[in-house]
């Protein structure tokens, strides 16, 4: 947890853990550390959080230590955010003594968690119905700075050990409120449970640390896996490919898809092991399409071969620009390059199209799928004979053919092409005079296909959706995200 010499932020409420946190790290003098003493009002007890407040810059002052004191409002935060106040409390704590962090440029942040903590905790989860992760509860060193060195010793030990030097703590009135789930376990579960196990507190922390060590190796392999399965779309948006993830053993399928909902998210906070197992279950289902919505926005949507993890707004993205002349044009949806070029033949690059440059008209737009957009793809088309009316057995007449193109629904094309529906509004679609003449990546319309010496050429510019020199599934397509 520690090396010598390190500057260490220490976050002390002035209750018994912190006290006497401080104090043994005062004592380790072989280590030579620099110790910040950390103290966070989080304005939820007026009196007692200025008293407390006091109390720790008293210690910090007997002992020459640099004191750091911030307050907050946690109910207000509470509320703006949608968090339990436990929660809130957590993430203002944490914040704080990062920014400590960096004032001080310190290597390490200690906190007071205790084995009582850790015990309350696996009990928590339990109740809240956690997976292995959440079971695996406290751990004594994360983010590779916050190091806890109390987690395997109990409350009544540290309380021993102040009394023995002779050492005050104060008292904490919230932590008697039964308003609190944690106060509760510690009041009356914990009791009663010490009636079939009077080890129970340090049984809860074996089986926590058991299941830690065993996650560390699931999470190991599953960020493996997770390199082989999902493709980055964007900065908050993930491609997975099915195939590859039915090929996952289930306990490490989980690891994945909470790597991936984390990625997109920030956080896991609110996801529960249900969200996970109906994650799990719909894109493992026969249906060839489906989404399940997940806590803060966040989606999941399957699609053939494709599934997507991602933000449910982007699902309704809808971009629509005019293109007035030649030249490089860029938009968050799309970037591509248009000139006029003399060419032999068309290219085999899917992300390039060539057109009769007769044909075009300035300005082209260029948009996303509209419900009820028909085109009529390249090699797709087909004549259609329209005959006159029957003619009288006394006066025949010629039977008059008209040659026409059959158009296609766009829909339908992508269901043909296996575009699943959560991909076909971010195809960029190519428009001279209301008529569809790309389907950027895909298809050209057969009314502005190449026949002359001068081409129209557009070329996309945004990358493919997944690594280069990658296998890559037949659903997968070249497209411009």
């Known amino acids: 947890m520690l090396s010598p010499g390190e500057a260490v932020i220490v976050g002390v409420s002035g209750g018994a853990d912190s006290v006497g946190l401080l104090h043994l790290l005062i004592e380790l003098q072989e280590y030579k550390l620099r110790l910040i003493v950390a103290h966070l009002n989080h304005g939820i007890r007026t009196k007692e959080g200025k008293r407390d407040a006091g109390f720790v810059r008293k210690i910090a002052g007997r002992f020459n230590l640099p004191f750091e004191l911030k307050e907050v409002n946690t109910p207000e935060f509470k509320k703006r955010s949608n968090l339990s106040l436990e929660e809130a409390a957590r993430i203002l704590r944490y914040g704080f003594f990062k920014e400590a962090l960096g004032k001080y440029k310190a290597q390490k942040i200690a906190t007071a968690h205790t084995l009582d903590d850790q015990a309350e905790t696996v009990l928590m989860r339990i109740l809240r119905g956690s997976g292995g992760v959440g079971l695996s ?194 938009f968050p949806e799309v970037e591509f390059e248009v000139e006029i070029t003399k060419i032999k033949a068309p290219s085999e690059d899917n992300s390039i199209g060539f057109f009769d440059a007769d044909s075009v008209e300035f300005p082209i737009e260029v948009r996303n799928f509209r419900p009820g957009d028909r085109f009529i793809p390249l090699g797709m088309s087909k004549s259609i004979v329209k005959s006159s009316p029957k003619p009288s057995s006394k006066h025949r007449t010629p039977v008059k053919r008209e040659e026409k193109k059959a158009s296609k629904k766009l ?51 945004r990358p493919k959706p997944w690594k280069e020199g990658a296998e890559e599934p037949q659903a997968r397509l070249s497209l411009p995200l």
Request: proline share 4%.
């Open 411 to 461: 829909k339908h094309f992508f269901i043909d092409e296996k575009v699943p529906r959560f991909l076909r509004n971010r195809i960029p679609i190519f428009l001279s005079g209301r008529k569809i003449m790309w389907v950027g990546g895909m298809r050209i319309d057969d009314r502005f296909k190449f026949v002359g010496k001068m081409a129209l050429k557009i070329k996309l510019l």
């Open 137 to 330: 509860a406290i751990p004594p060193v994360s983010e590779s700075i916050i190091i806890r060195p109390l987690i395997e010793n109990s409350r009544m030990e540290i309380e021993e050990f102040l009394r023995m030097k002779g050492i005050d703590w104060v008292k904490d009135s919230s932590n008697f409120a039964r308003d609190f789930l944690r106060n509760r376990i510690r009041l009356e579960l914990i009791p009663e449970l010490k009636k079939y196990n009077p080890k129970i507190k340090e049984t809860l922390s074996r089986t926590a640390k058991i299941l830690r060590i065993e996650e560390d190796f699931i999470k190991r392999e599953g960020k493996k896996q997770f390199e082989v399965v999902f493709e980055t779309l964007g900065s908050d948006e993930l491609l997975g490919t099915i195939t590859r993830y039915k090929n996952i053993p289930e306990a490490i399928r989980f690891v994945v898809l909470r790597l991936a909902i984390e990625r997109v998210k920030g956080n896991l906070r609110k996801i529960s092991s249900d969200h996970i197992f109906s994650t799990d279950e719909l894109i493992l289902s026969q249906s060839s399409s489906g989404e399940i919505s997940l806590p803060d926005g966040i989606v999941v949507a399957k699609g053939y071969d494709l599934f997507l993890v991602g933000k449910k707004s982007k699902l309704k993205l809808e971009f629509k620009y005019k293109v007035p002349s030649t030249g490089k044009w860029s």
